[in-house]
């Protein structure tokens, strides 16, 4: 696809998001922003996964990070929602690095088993530290005052402040993706060893994806727990850090724009399997499967190799 | 105090033989195959369902339904490792794993739609349902059964393994693939078996859990797949000696945080599995290169 086909696709859909904001009516506009939010979770963690090649189980802990982190702030200290959302976000980071500095030692299935030790870790102690974090009930009655006096209480006001951060985490990861860091990331997921020889310290990169994923996951966790008005335990548990890999994985691995679809798939799948049945992971499972067994690079993985064979097959069609 | 501290002993004992029951099949399988299976903890949850239907089809004869039931889940792992694990284990980890997760969401949903989403009360098991008197204080009889039998099934995996020329076998392919292939092992058969057997004992895990655990419900697999992971890795990936030392520490650990540390229970055993990891990634019998 030629570079102004792109931009034309991404302005049509910038349109159609804000279209939806002004007219759509509240069960669309929820839709929405759960897979606005979704889809900020998936790049954030498409960036590690996809880009260095790193599997964490504990995402979910760096969303729960960042959901406690604005509760906690917004019941106990101010309801500003811009400083809860950058306490959430700068929270969500500092677990991150903690949780990393330890977790980039290792890479592989030993990565993937740290994470998940530290993520249940931190999901044992929002379970257990009752009074501070509501264990299994959560953090409830998040207000949502005013933000810089524009009022955003209805959903069709807060609307615009999740797109407004949706449209910020893509602006940024795409920058990220392009950039230096970006390329040295692809390196390592490519050969750790070449990049290493070439003088890059791989596990200060590894560290530094991982913190600016868990950032992106932080805000995710903010800004539902504003959405939601709580804050849910079960969001820390390591089997919710799979939700951001099966997006990634639905919509393709390799590519930008994989998570994107990949969330507007799973939202939109979920919603129509759960009209027809109560058993909507079992489908999800049998639709992974599929994936998984045949459609390995994902829908727009798919999409990319066929427009890539239709274009070989048009002499000089390449651009 | 001493009577307490053999009775949290006691009880953290059978707790680390039961996840060994479950962490043994995970740990084979890893072993041979290199595939970490999600989809164990289904196995266990299937082979207790199994077990709990036959029971009540059966007379109530536990043992009948303990040799049956986990029979039917070996088929249910035949067809997963023989129509779809058997076409990923040359692609990336993330898609392994995946592959897996995928069939524990669907037989997750499947045991919902058979057994429905609440607790089924299990029965207790004649001759086992009553207490032992153990230092003036009563023990679940069956709890006891269980602390024997973990070491049993140890001693048979070892036998097995060591001892027999299917045992040497399976040593041969689970250390070197091709040359094993190259020697005329017929590699892909070997695995399935492996799978199946891994399988069976996860299901046999699972039957023996339906007096132990007293309810059953469709997330109980999930909830015992995470300590049996723990007890693999803290044990080194792919060793049985290892998952059956990890498992007893685990158990104890567990059983002494509960009584004297509860609110960080669950706390101790991720922060041992990240200390291990951290500081001998192989485990305490892995071999030596982190692979």
């Known amino acids: 696809m030629s570079r102004a086909g792109v931009y034309l696709i991404y302005g049509l859909a910038a349109l159609a998001l804000v279209a939806i904001g002004l007219f759509a009516g509240r069960f669309v506009l929820y839709l929405t922003m759960r897979v606005m939010l979704l889809a900020i979770f998936a790049l954030g963690y498409n960036l590690l996964l996809g880009r260095t090649g790193l599997l964490s189980f504990g995402h979910g802990a760096l969303y729960a990070a960042g959901a406690y982190g604005l509760g906690l702030f917004n019941l106990h200290v101010s309801h500003d929602p811009l400083l809860g959302l950058l306490v959430g976000v700068a929270f969500a980071a500092l677990i991150a690095l903690i949780i990393g500095f330890f977790c980039v030692r290792q890479t592989e299935i030993y990565f993937a088993m740290l994470t998940l030790a530290f993520g249940m870790m931190f999901f044992s102690l929002i379970w257990n530290l009752r009074e501070v974090t509501g264990g299994d009930d959560g953090l409830i009655g998040i207000s949502r005052a005013p933000l810089l006096g524009l009022p955003i209480g209805r959903d069709y006001q807060f609307y615009f402040l999740v797109l407004a951060c949706f449209a910020l985490a893509v602006w940024v990861i795409h920058r990220i993706r392009g950039s230096a860091f970006g390329l040295v990331l692809a390196g390592i997921r490519e050969n750790h060893q070449r990049t290493s020889f070439a003088g890059i310290p791989v596990k200060n990169y590894r560290l530094a994806a991982f913190v600016v994923s868990g950032a992106f996951a932080g805000l995710a966790g903010s800004l539902a727990t504003l959405l939601e008005s709580n804050a849910n335990p079960f969001s820390a548990h390591w089997s919710h850090s799979a939700e951001p890999v099966l997006v990634s994985l639905m919509g393709g691995l390799q590519t930008f724009s994989g998570p994107l679809v990949g969330s507007v798939i799973f939202v939109v799948l979920r919603e129509v399997i759960e009209r027809f049945t109560e058993n909507w992971m079992l489908w999800f499972g049998v639709i992974l499967l599929a994936i998984i067994m045949g459609l390995r690079g994902g829908v727009m993985g798919g999409l990319e190799k066929r427009l890539g064979r239709a274009r070989a097959a048009r002499p000089g069609g390449a651009s | ?291």
Request: charged share 10%.
């Open chain 2, 1 to 291: 105090m001493l009577e307490s501290f053999v009775h949290v002993c006691l009880a953290g004992l059978s707790k680390g033989m039961f996840i060994w029951l479950v962490a043994s099949g995970l740990t084979l399988i890893f072993g041979v195959l290199g595939v970490l299976n999600f989809a164990h903890g289904s196995f266990y949850m299937l082979g207790a369902y199994f077990c709990f239907s036959l029971l009540s089809h059966l007379g109530h004869n536990f043992w009948l339904g303990l040799i049956l039931g986990p029979l039917f889940v070996c088929l249910v792992g035949y067809v997963v490792e023989r129509y779809f694990l058997r076409y990923v284990y040359h692609i990336d980890l993330p898609y392994q794993l995946l592959l897996t997760f995928a069939f524990v969401l669907i037989f997750d949903d499947l045991v919902k739609v058979v057994w429905g989403a609440g607790s089924i009360g299990s029965p207790s098991v004649a001759g086992l349902s009553g207490s032992v008197r153990i230092l003036g204080r009563l023990f679940p009889s069956y709890s006891l059964f269980i602390i024997l039998v973990g070491p049993l099934v140890a001693l048979g995996l070892w036998g097995l393994l060591e001892k027999t020329w299917a045992g040497r076998i399976i040593r041969a392919a689970s250390s070197d693939r091709e040359m094993a292939s190259a020697l005329g092992v017929r590699v892909p058969a070997l695995f399935t078996a492996v799978f199946v057997f891994g399988t069976w004992l996860g299901a046999v895990g699972g039957g023996l859990a339906v007096p132990y655990v007293g309810l059953l419900t469709p997330g109980m697999g999930e909830s015992i797949i995470i300590d049996a992971f723990v007890v693999a890795v803290i044990g080194g990936l792919g060793s049985l000696k290892g998952a059956f030392l990890g498992a007893l520490i685990i158990g104890l650990l567990s059983s002494f945080g509960t009584r004297f540390l509860p609110t960080f229970d669950m706390f101790l055993t991720f922060i041992l599995m990240a200390i291990v990891l951290l500081w001998r990634p192989q485990g305490f019998f892995g071999e030596e290169a982190a692979r």
